[in-house]
Nanobody, 118 residues
Framework: QVRLVESGGGLVQAGGSLRLSCTVS????????MGWFRQAPGQEREFVAH????????SYSDSVKGRFTISKNDAKTTMYLQMNSLKPEDTAVYYC???????????WGQGTQVTVSS
């Protein structure tokens, strides 16, 4: 079992920055992929970024590419999402997730609110 806890959300003005953290505990050795997703009010949850495998290959959605950076420590116990040049449309609940393979994510955090004011 793997447990995920997000932190670092809050209220920020447009153009500002935030760094989200995701603390991972439990059987972290089984984790292959780690990712961030977000869900805005009235919308479906969407992919933001992921980091995969021991090499740490990353991928981003087009809407955040060039502004957000995903990273993790070597022990896979903490994952980060550095968010720069934030826009009001980035407002959402952000979730971290972890998966044991490439087929999808098995574990989810409870989410942290990010609000960007214009």
């Amino acid at each position: 079992q793997v447990r995920l806890v997000e932190s670092g959300g809050g209220l920020v003005q447009a153009g500002g920055s935030l760094r989200l953290s995701c603390t991972v505990s439990g059987r972290t050795v089984s984790v292959y992929a780690m990712g961030w997703f977000r869900q805005a009010p009235g919308q479906e949850r969407e992919f933001v970024a992921h980091i995969i495998g021991s090499g740490g290959r990353t991928s981003y959605s087009d809407s955040v590419k060039g502004r957000f950076t995903i990273s993790k420590n070597d022990a896979k116990t903490t994952m980060y999402l550095q968010m720069n040049s934030l826009k009001p449309e980035d407002t959402a609940v952000y979730y971290c997730a972890a998966g044991r393979g490439a087929a999808g994510y098995d574990y989810w955090g409870q989410g942290t609110q990010v609000t960007v004011s214009s």
